[in-house]
């Protein structure tokens, strides 16, 4: 589902259910953060890509896919080759065939809470060989000990709990599996008027939880405590 | 456990393209680029700031 064409100066039903859901978040607050970005985004780095890249240079439209595609194949790399991945919170699949393409797996899974993310990404988990499921971060729809590996680009802090997904990855991997993300953290606290108002409003327009702003040892110390 | 914080690799050569990107978006709708300007210029603050960061993380259950 990409959004309708533009019903008034630009804005959309997407854009009208995102404004809503900064005041009032509904049970799956990043949905409309996604539907409202839809899947051609003119901010977006590269087509298709929702991550932020990682680059190698100072941030060219030259290099925006290639930092992009760096990104997966870095987190893709750190996990056992061959094996069954679980791709948690994929976005539109972009980096599905990457993963693909960079570690073999036996039987990859995508798992995205939005369906419409997962319909829109059909075509690129097809040649991925991807088998989506619509399911949630923090209650894998998946057996224990079964994943060799589990790959999230930059969608943790969009989970209602990193700490559960934590344990939820925990209860899936196999011993020995490996997890592999990436994240964004927080520092420290916003201080300044200016700061707080920056951070509420980014924490209300990505339709975050303020538990989700964590520090990076805090979200290590997460990962490192099982359930 | 690997713990790397990479803010300068991600954020920051992000928001530069990003800030690229929108001063030459003329085509894309008024309302979307003056909120898109307001959004970028605060998660600019919070990277100045050092309030943000970002980082890749790899463990292994045992």
Redesign the interface.
């Known amino acids: 589902m990409t959004p309708a064409p533009g019903l008034m100066m630009g804005w959309t039903i997407q854009h009208a259910r995102h404004a809503a859901a900064m005041v009032k978040q509904d049970g799956n607050p990043a949905a409309r953060v996604y539907e409202s970005i839809g899947s051609d985004c003119f901010l977006a780095l590269a087509p298709g890509w929702l991550n932020l890249g990682l680059w190698e240079g100072p941030g060219s439209g030259s290099e925006a896919e290639a930092a992009c595609r760096r990104m997966v194949r870095t987190l893709a790399l750190a996990l056992p080759a061959g094996g069954t991945i679980l791709d948690v919170g994929n976005g539109l699949a972009t980096q599905d065939p990457l993963i693909a393409e960079a570690i073999r797996p036996r039987r990859l899974v995508a798992v995205n809470i939005t369906e419409w993310q997962l319909a829109a990404g059909r075509d690129r988990l097809r040649e991925a060989a991807a088998v989506p499921v619509a399911g949630d971060a923090v209650r894998l729809p998946i057996a224990d000990s079964t994943i060799d590996g589990v790959i999230s680009v930059e969608a943790a802090f969009h989970f209602r709990s990193r700490q559960a997904f934590f344990d939820e990855c925990y209860r899936v991997l196999r011993p020995g599996g490996a997890l592999s993300i990436s994240d964004i953290a927080i520092r420290r606290w916003p201080v300044s008027p200016g700061e707080v108002l920056a951070g509420l409003t980014q924490l209300r327009v990505f339709g975050l939880q303020r538990a989700m702003a964590m520090t990076p040892g805090q979200i290590a110390a997460a990962a490192a405590r099982p359930a | 456990?690997q713990?790397t914080?990479?803010g300068d690799?991600?954020?920051?050569?992000?928001?530069?393209?990003?800030a690229?990107?929108?001063a030459s978006?003329t085509s894309?709708?008024?309302?979307?680029r003056a909120a898109?300007r307001l959004?970028l210029r605060?998660?600019d603050?919070?990277w100045r700031?050092?309030?943000?960061?970002?980082?890749?993380?790899?463990?292994?259950?045992?």
């Not at chain 2, 690799?9 to 990003?18: G, H, K, Q, S």
Request: hydrophobic share 55%; aromatic share 2%.
């Open positions: 456990m713990v914080t990479c690799r991600v954020i920051a050569p992000a928001l530069r393209l990003t690229q990107r929108l978006a894309a709708p008024a309302g979307q898109a959004l605060q998660v603050l919070l700031r050092r309030i943000i960061d970002y980082l890749l993380l790899r463990a292994v259950r045992p």
